[in-house]
Nanobody, 119 residues
């Protein structure tokens, strides 16, 4: 098992920046991938970005060029740098990690952190 704890959410004006951090309760070396998802009111949860164990990244179309995901295997963290924020980025952001299981893999979620972008 792994526990994921997000931090760094808050209120920011449009055009501003925030950095989210996700701390894992154990080594993240085997977690593949790790990522961030978001869910706005009345909408489905969607992928924001994820990063493989080897460092390959994948971004949702709406955040490409504005957000950057990174992982630090020594600190057991995965961060999301969010720049040029827009009101439509307002959502609860969740950290996620896929870990090896007895059979296959298992997906773990954090509790989420609120990001609100004002216009």
């Amino acid at each position: 098992q792994v526990q994921l704890v997000e931090s760094g959410g808050g209120l920011v004006q449009a055009g501003g920046s925030l950095r989210l951090s996700c701390a894992a309760s154990r080594s993240i070396v085997s977690l593949n991938p790790m990522g961030w998802y978001r869910q706005a009111p009345g909408k489905q949860r969607e992928l924001v970005a994820d990063i493989s164990r080897g460092g390959s990244t994948n971004y949702g179309d709406s955040v490409k060029g504005r957000f950057a995901i990174s992982r630090d295997n020594a600190k057991n963290t995965v961060d999301l740098q969010m720049n040029s924020l827009k009101p439509e980025d307002t959502a609860v952001y969740y950290c996620a990690a896929r870990a090896p299981a007895v059979v296959g893999t298992e997906l773990y979620w954090g509790q989420g952190t609120q990001v609100t972008v004002s216009s």
